[in-house]
């Protein structure tokens, strides 16, 4: 197999590329005009320099945390802990932060914004501090089927998101004050997401639902922990709480407090803003109103995006049939429909509730996992409506990323063949079983995944046509943010014996594509 560098691929060179490879293959530059045409016109956004002068500005790499300990069981540390009153905030709007330390200890809070910034990763903001810090109470767990853990802490720090802030993620950094020189520091997160409603060319939603749904603080509590099962209907959590270590596939100290955002989403998030991109940044409750989506041209998810309101998925088909581009660079997404209810103090979707699937699980899906599925029924349409493919079982594992169809306009430039792969680029869980009843569906990629190391199952990377000449692209894993970048303190996931090899030029390549043609750049 030939050996591809990591080195990244700038627009400009694109560009060049995209006019070289439409004469060398005119059959794949027809079928890319029929299936595709912007959202909106014109191939360049009028704001598309907010987030390339926004990276011009002076990076920081001491965003990064340098002293974590888990203190109180696997996943927490209740040295320096909190959560934010909102997921996600906009200019002139008030986020209070809500900090806890055990012992009491003042502390500082460095607010950073997540992007390229030179390499650096991240643009430090403000200092909040020095602030008091005070023990805040372990709420106790609530009654069946819930099993609620919802804080209600004191705040800490009120803070006014200035006019002059751009979308993005921000890791509000919280540092103890040492009471006397012989004391050590320690650190946690906080995250948060500001929001904006101007027009743009790519909407990255965060999967800030999921990442909930997998938080066990304090001590166990997540929506996989409850006695009755890990699929158990009913069960509930709060974003009102902090964010622990994550739990999962590998032991990443930095996603103490910032969610799953920093293993999963960062690379590509450092990747869009390195490419000058014209992009804005939401979380899952705020995909709830349509108008967030269709003011843009591209709407991407990311990661592992399996949690998802009914009313997201009704924004999604509308931003469908309005021409939006969905790239679903994502695994196991919109498989579980977790509605939001509001908070104990009326704040509004602050809470998921897990109340079934979207679509039936197949009877030999049931059977081979009784104990897994069990109580979990379809409460919604099928996933496959605004996906083309379905979480399906085996649900993990992992594998190659396998081109099927290289005559295919995204492929160009990338100089793959029929049965070239890209390592390890499945995992660790992924999307299959296409619906072939959908006109227009094509599947560029398919293969196996190992469950365990063992268990074979099949991922299926799709497309398909949308009513204006846009399209819904299918990546079929979670994994595919991993091929695009690697950004400071990011570490590479092992998973059932399988695990990516970091950027690459294919993976940065069809991405381009991809969104070149989103933005009509072509």
């Not at 965060?206 to 603080?217: E, G, I, K, L």
């Not at 996603?255 to 960062?266: A, K, Q, V």
Request: proline share 8%.
């Amino acid at each position: 197999m030939t050996t591809h560098d990591s080195k990244g691929i700038r627009r400009r060179d694109l560009l060049k590329g995209m006019i070289a490879s439409t004469v060398a293959l005119p059959s794949a530059a027809v079928a890319a005009e029929r299936l595709t045409e912007p959202a909106a016109t014109g191939a360049k956004s009028p704001h598309s320099s907010i987030i390339q002068r926004e990276n011009e500005r002076p990076g920081a790499r001491d965003w990064q945390l340098t002293r974590v300990r888990v203190n109180r069981g696997q996943y927490r540390t209740s040295l320096i802990e909190g959560y934010c009153s909102r997921q996600s905030v906009s200019a002139g709007q008030t986020l209070h932060i809500f900090v806890g330390t055990d012992p009491a200890r003042q502390f500082n809070i460095d607010v950073y914004r997540m992007g390229y910034y030179g390499g650096a990763g991240a643009r430090h903001m403000t200092t909040l501090g020095p602030l008091a810090g005070q023990t805040q109470p372990v709420p106790e767990i609530g009654p069946e089927p819930g099993r609620l853990r919802q804080c209600r802490w004191e705040p800490s720090a009120a803070l006014s998101i200035p006019d002059d802030w751009p979308s993005g993620v921000y890791l509000g950094k919280l540092t103890t004050i040492p009471a006397a020189k012989s004391d050590p520091y320690w650190q946690s997160y906080v995250i948060f997401i500001v929001s904006d409603d101007r027009p743009a060319d790519v909407l990255f939603q965060c999967s800030d639902n999921t990442w909930q749904a997998y938080n066990r603080w304090p001590v166990n509590e997540s929506l996989y922990t409850h006695p009755n099962g890990a699929h158990a209907p009913g069960v509930a959590v709060s974003f009102d709480r902090p964010y622990g270590k994550y739990v999962q596939i590998l032991d990443h100290p930095l996603s103490i407090g910032s969610g799953e955002f920093l293993l999963w989403e960062y690379p590509l998030c450092y990747w869009l803003e390195q490419e000058g991109y014209d992009v804005t940044y939401g979380s899952n409750s705020d995909t709830l109103d349509p108008a967030f989506l269709t003011r843009c041209r591209a709407f991407v998810s990311v990661g592992h995006d399996e949690y998802w309101d009914l009313r997201q998925y009704r924004a999604a088909e509308a931003a469908i049939e309005a021409g939006v581009n969905l790239l679903w660079l994502s695994g196991n997404s919109v498989y579980i429909v977790s509605p939001f209810s509001p908070s104990a103090g009326g704040q509004p979707n602050r809470i998921i509730t897990r109340a079934g699937s979207y679509g039936p699980l197949r009877e030999d899906e049931l059977a081979a996992y009784k104990d897994i599925f069990s109580g979990l029924t379809d409460k919604a349409p099928d996933e496959r409506n605004i996906i083309g493919a379905r979480s399906v079982v085996p649900f993990n594992g992992g594998g190659d990323w396998t081109c099927t169809k290289p005559t295919h306009w995204m492929f160009e430039r990338t100089a793959m063949q029929h049965g070239d792969s890209i390592p390890g680029l499945v995992g660790w869980e992924h999307h299959g079983e296409p619906d072939f009843e959908r006109d227009g569906l094509e599947v560029v990629a398919e293969g196996s995944i190992w469950a365990g190391g063992t268990d074979e199952g099949r991922y299926t990377a799709t497309i398909f046509p949308g009513p204006k000449r846009n399209f819904v692209f299918n990546a079929a894993t979670i994994f595919w943010p991993q091929g695009l970048s690697s950004p400071p303190g990011h570490i590479l996931p092992w998973s059932h014996g399988s695990r990516p090899h970091g950027p690459d030029e294919r993976v940065q390549r069809i991405t381009h594509n991809l969104l070149s043609r989103a933005l009509s750049a072509v």
